[in-house]
């Protein structure tokens, strides 16, 4: 009784809000268990409207708990949980743990239930437009939380949401090849690739390769093409020489969060087509599809180098990961791509990808890091290989095809050409990279530049960084599958506010990469957005006046809150006060 007189005061405080406000975006979105959230029958309706599309998942690690404990099945849990291609066909899960609370974690003690925790409560598997349509209408209806998932890569918590209601894109797959692509909306003759929302990059990739095309995708086979990863911007092999991946979109097919299927191109919705190429996943409406361009594929050569730590000492290895960097801005003004991960553990350069280059051309490129390696007296194994084309060569780099998921703490940081060209700014740079070895940081470091110039001088939301930059520079501790939330999030806040912070120092004028950054990045708005953050709000806003759709770190997602309870509430003055009321009544719940 007391029970439902705590929930009852609940809903009062959401009603009253909205009164206060004077808005009709209600105070906070219901959870499950509240007076009004939707009955039996209305989840039933629902269901019946898109086709019996509704699921009620149970979250991926239950086998691993009381009272749904199967050894065997909670092997297989375990087994596969740092495989992306697990989470992916879950209709729930998501691959970065540290969102998930330790709720219904595989590897914590089984004869502790499942509580919700930050899972969504429904998901629509989605295969026609009306599906998103209805939900849209039903969510806004019921003031429920709305999540947008495709595969559930995200860094940023933005594909799942305490008792949310998600449409699951994941299941739309198709691929239509345009030969000659021919538009009044674009100046782009040539061959481009319409893409469906739930397309991964290695099914594009493998698709068009038939065609003899190559097309701008991630490195990681699985991300997904046409959800976080072309909104967010989208780094890829291929950034050096044609640019991001929002840079080759053509045209989007969108969903307003109102529940309009519209076009969105540089002559149709443009503003839309801006915000959507570069502005952020899950912000401005549910994208349907996207056209891109594609590219003649071309044969492409990469090489791998590794050495160890082991043997040589500190100043020696320092000065191999120097001649590194020095030699990197001549693969990039040569169109190529470079991925070395280091910490004090050793280097490995894999791959350094070239498109249209040749094994002799690999190798004169690489010679001056080569002939300081051996005059450092440096063990390493080396190799180059030529491959007819981008899925080949793709296909045969171990580090994309093995990548694992939930195995890091990640930061990161936009470095600019300049640091390169000033010893000053180069020195502040090596000693910056060895404290954070130092430290106990690992460096993820992507050299490419996607610059103005070789995209094509594209008009969209792509952070104004990007466009300077020699680096996308990732900095990571290792994730145990044991370790406590209180140790993730100390790791967490170490690689936010001292590695990364060491590196914002080198360029503070220069961002971040918002789909592979700190998800406690302190300034959002400046490190994901830049210059764009105003006219990408005015954007979201036009589009989405009701505010349905919600990231922490998304433009708009500064108005909102997760309450402890992980209800989410406006942030607002007012606001301030419910939410103040709520943890009061939260605080009250135990004694009530
Ligand atoms: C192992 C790994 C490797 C990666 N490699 C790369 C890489 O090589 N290059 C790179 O640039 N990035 C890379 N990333 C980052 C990746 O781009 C982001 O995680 C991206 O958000 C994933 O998008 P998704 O649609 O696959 O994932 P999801 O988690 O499903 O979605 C991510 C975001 O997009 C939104 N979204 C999804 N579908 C839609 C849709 N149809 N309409 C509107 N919004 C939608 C979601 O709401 C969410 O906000 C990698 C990430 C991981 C974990």
């Known amino acids: 009784m007391w029970q439902k007189a705590w929930s009852t005061a609940i809903d009062a405080a959401l009603l009253l809000s909205g009164?206060?406000?004077?808005?009709?975006?209600?105070?906070?979105?219901?959870?499950?268990?509240?007076?009004?959230?939707?009955?039996?029958?209305?989840?039933?309706?629902?269901?019946?409207?898109?086709?019996?599309?509704?699921?009620?998942?149970?979250?991926?690690?239950?086998?691993?708990?009381?009272?749904?404990?199967?050894?065997?099945?909670?092997?297989?849990?375990?087994?596969?949980?740092?495989?992306?291609?697990?989470?992916?066909?879950?209709?729930?899960?998501?691959?970065?743990?540290?969102?998930?609370?330790?709720?219904?974690?595989?590897?914590?003690?089984?004869?502790?239930?499942?509580s919700r925790g930050p899972y969504v409560e429904y998901t629509v598997n989605v295969t026609k437009p009306e599906h998103v349509i209805k939900t849209l209408k039903f969510v806004e209806e019921h003031n429920l939380r709305f999540v947008i998932k495709n595969t559930g890569h995200d860094y940023m918590g933005r594909s799942t949401g305490a008792g949310a209601v998600s449409v699951w894109m994941h299941h739309l797959k198709g691929i239509t090849i345009i030969d000659n692509y021919d538009s009044p909306s674009?100046?782009?003759?040539?061959?481009?690739?319409?893409?469906?929302?739930?397309?991964?990059?290695?099914?594009?990739?493998?698709a068009v390769d038939k065609h003899g095309l190559a097309i701008v995708s991630g490195e990681c086979p699985t991300v997904g093409f046409a959800g976080g990863y072309i909104q967010g911007g989208g780094h890829s092999v291929l950034s050096s020489r044609y640019g991001m991946g929002a840079d080759q979109v053509l045209s989007y097919e969108v969903i307003t969060p109102g529940g309009k299927f519209v076009t969105a191109s540089p002559t149709e919705n443009e503003d839309l087509y801006w915000a959507?190429?570069?502005?952020?996943?899950?912000?401005y409406g549910i994208l349907w599809s996207v056209t891109i361009k594609a590219y003649p594929d071309v044969p492409v050569t990469i090489a791998s180098l590794a050495f160890a730590t082991q043997g040589i000492?500190?100043?020696?290895?320092?000065?191999?990961?120097?001649?590194?960097?020095?030699?990197?801005?001549?693969?990039?003004?040569?169109?190529?791509?470079?991925?070395?991960?280091?910490?004090?553990?050793?280097?490995?350069?894999?791959?350094?990808?070239?498109?249209?280059?040749?094994?002799?051309?690999?190798?004169?490129?690489?010679?001056p890091f080569i002939d300081d390696l051996n005059e450092l007296g440096i063990q390493y194994m080396h190799s180059v290989s030529n491959h007819p084309g981008y899925l080949a060569a793709f296909s045969s780099v171990p580090a994309f095809q093995g990548a694992e998921i939930a195995n890091f703490q990640i930061g990161n940081r936009l470095l600019p050409r300049r640091l390169w060209e000033d010893e000053s700014s180069f020195e502040d740079l090596m000693n910056t990279l060895k404290s954070i070895a130092n430290q106990g940081g690992a460096l993820l470091d992507i050299a490419v530049r996607p610059t103005l110039e070789v995209a094509g001088y594209p008009d969209n939301a792509i952070l104004p960084a990007w466009r300077n930059a020699e680096r996308t520079m990732g900095v990571i501790t290792m994730l145990d599958d044991h370790q406590s939330l209180e140790s993730i999030f100390n790791d967490q806040h170490k690689v936010t506010h001292e590695f990364a912070e060491a590196l914002r120092r080198l360029a503070p004028e220069a961002g971040s990469y918002l789909n592979e950054a700190s998800p406690i990045e302190p300034n959002v708005k400046?490190?994901?957005?830049?210059?764009?953050?105003?006219?990408?709000?005015?954007i979201k806003d036009k589009y989405d006046p009701h505010q349905l759709l919600?990231?922490?770190?998304?433009?708009?997602?500064?108005?909102?809150?997760?309450?402890?309870?992980?209800?989410?509430?406006?942030?607002?003055?007012?606001?301030?006060?419910?939410?103040?009321?709520?943890?009061?009544?939260?605080?009250?719940k135990g004694e009530l």
Request: a negative charge; charged letters at 20%; one cysteine or more.
């Open 19 to 114: 009164a206060i406000v004077g808005t009709d975006i209600p105070q906070c979105r219901l959870l499950p268990g509240d007076v009004a959230w939707p009955s039996t029958d209305a989840w039933s309706t629902l269901n019946n409207s898109i086709d019996g599309r509704l699921i009620k998942p149970i979250p991926i690690g239950a086998p691993c708990h009381h009272p749904n404990y199967d050894a065997e099945q909670c092997e297989i849990v375990r087994k596969n949980w740092r495989q992306p291609a697990f989470h992916e066909l879950h209709p729930s899960s998501i691959m970065d743990p540290i969102f998930l609370n330790k709720t219904c974690d595989p590897f914590t003690d089984p004869s502790i239930p499942c």
């Open 186 to 206: 674009s100046s782009y003759k040539g061959a481009a690739v319409k893409v469906s929302a739930g397309v991964t990059g290695e099914e594009l990739v493998g």
């Open 276 to 283: 959507l190429s570069g502005g952020g996943g899950g912000t």
């Open 550 to 588: 919600y990231g922490s770190i998304s433009v708009g997602g500064d108005r909102w809150e997760e309450t402890a309870e992980g209800r989410l509430c406006r942030r607002d003055t007012s606001g301030g006060m419910i939410i103040q009321f709520r943890r009061y009544l939260e605080s009250m």
């Open 526 to 538: 400046h490190a994901f957005y830049g210059a764009n953050y105003d006219r990408l709000l005015q």
């Open 313 to 367: 000492s500190q100043d020696t290895f320092w000065k191999a990961i120097a001649a590194y960097q020095r030699n990197t801005p001549r693969l990039t003004d040569a169109k190529v791509f470079s991925f070395a991960v280091y910490s004090l553990a050793g280097f490995s350069l894999d791959p350094v990808f070239a498109p249209g280059l040749t094994v002799d051309e690999v190798n004169a490129l690489l010679k």
